[in-house]
């Protein structure tokens, strides 16, 4: 059998619609925003176009519509270099996404209609069996139906890959998945979602890494934003800084980029600490530009953060 190699992953394509605004309105009210991008998206979506510009050899695994944003999810694959096993579908559209940012701080909150991609079952996991089975990393997430998530990283476990599971949007998930990840990533929302308390003090964060580890985890990675990430193991527990790269703009994404930039390290072999760092500072450039896929950074911007940051 030959060596495992590239990252495949399985997840949503959705067309993002970024409102920029002061506040979100109310019901019945109508507010003026102060900018307005469309572009691809979806967390799969994203993390396989920031993988690949990472450096990483990625192919993604999705469903979209035969439309024009169907199309849109085509040429950014194409132009990003990722190797698109993705289904188009008569009589159905692609996903698509609400995204409010605010004006000041950039922060975002988000409405997801994954579309085509809300179809994707297990048919599809199958249909990329030879692929998932010879890759070195299998990454997932919550966008498309659990069912699948559940069998891609089943499939990928026994035959040996590394998997990342990033339980994104949050919600409840079945004992049995823990098992099934090497790595577990969420952010500090999702994470209190599974554990049932809040992820504001140094201590909670440890504490819910202890929680996700004892369910089964092989090891649990917390996003924390601006403070960075968290990383727990049976024997290691560390907290890694974020990277400034100037001014916020928009976090859409933020955690998508992590996740790219995590799984192409791991890919090439770097130890998880390192990984983290890598992946820490893709989303510091990330953040500094409007947008998800196209914010998404080079391997060589993120060389040369990394670099200036030693």
């Known amino acids: 059998m030959s060596e495992k190699s590239?990252?495949?992953i399985l997840g949503i394509f959705a067309a993002d619609t970024a409102y920029k605004a002061k506040r979100l309105p109310h019901i019945a009210e109508t507010l003026m925003g102060s900018g307005f991008t469309l572009g691809p998206g979806g967390k799969g979506s994203n993390q396989a176009i920031a993988a690949a510009k990472a450096g990483g050899k990625v192919?993604?695994?999705?469903?979209?519509g035969n439309d024009p944003f169907g199309e849109m999810a085509l040429a950014a694959y194409a132009a990003a270099g990722v190797k698109?096993?993705?289904m188009?579908?008569?009589?159905v559209s692609s996903g698509a996404a609400f995204i409010f940012v605010d004006e000041v701080t950039g922060d975002n909150a988000i409405i997801v209609a994954p579309g085509a991609a809300g179809l994707i079952g297990i048919e599809d996991v199958d249909a990329n069996r030879a692929e998932i089975e010879s890759a070195a990393i299998f990454m997932t997430q919550l966008e498309q139906p659990l069912e699948a998530a559940i069998h891609g990283l089943s499939m990928a476990k026994r035959a040996g890959a590394t998997t990342i599971f990033n339980p994104a949007p949050a919600r409840a998930i079945p004992d049995n998945i823990y098992g099934l990840c090497d790595f577990i990533v969420p952010n500090e929302v999702e994470a209190a979602e599974l554990v049932?308390?809040?992820?504001?003090?140094?201590?909670?964060v440890r504490a819910a890494g202890r929680t996700l580890l004892d369910r089964g985890a092989g090891a649990v990675i917390i996003t924390l934003g601006a403070r960075g990430a968290f990383y727990h193991t049976a024997g290691q527990s560390e907290f890694v800084p974020a990277f400034s790269a100037g001014d916020v703009v928009d976090t859409t994404g933020a955690g998508d980029a992590f996740l790219g930039g995590f799984a192409t390290a791991i890919s090439e072999g770097q130890e998880p600490i390192e990984a983290l760092r890598f992946g820490c500072a893709?989303?510091?450039i990330a953040v500094t530009r409007p947008g998800t896929a196209p914010a998404m950074p080079s391997r060589a911007e993120i060389s040369a953060l990394l670099g200036s940051s030693r």
Request: a negative charge.
């Open 196 to 204: 049932g308390h809040a992820i504001a003090t140094d201590e909670e």
């Open 282 to 284: 893709t989303a510091a």
């Open 59 to 64: 192919t993604f695994i999705s469903r979209v």
């Open 6 to 8: 590239g990252i495949v």
């Open 84 to 86: 698109a096993n993705v």
């Open 88 to 91: 188009k579908m008569d009589g």
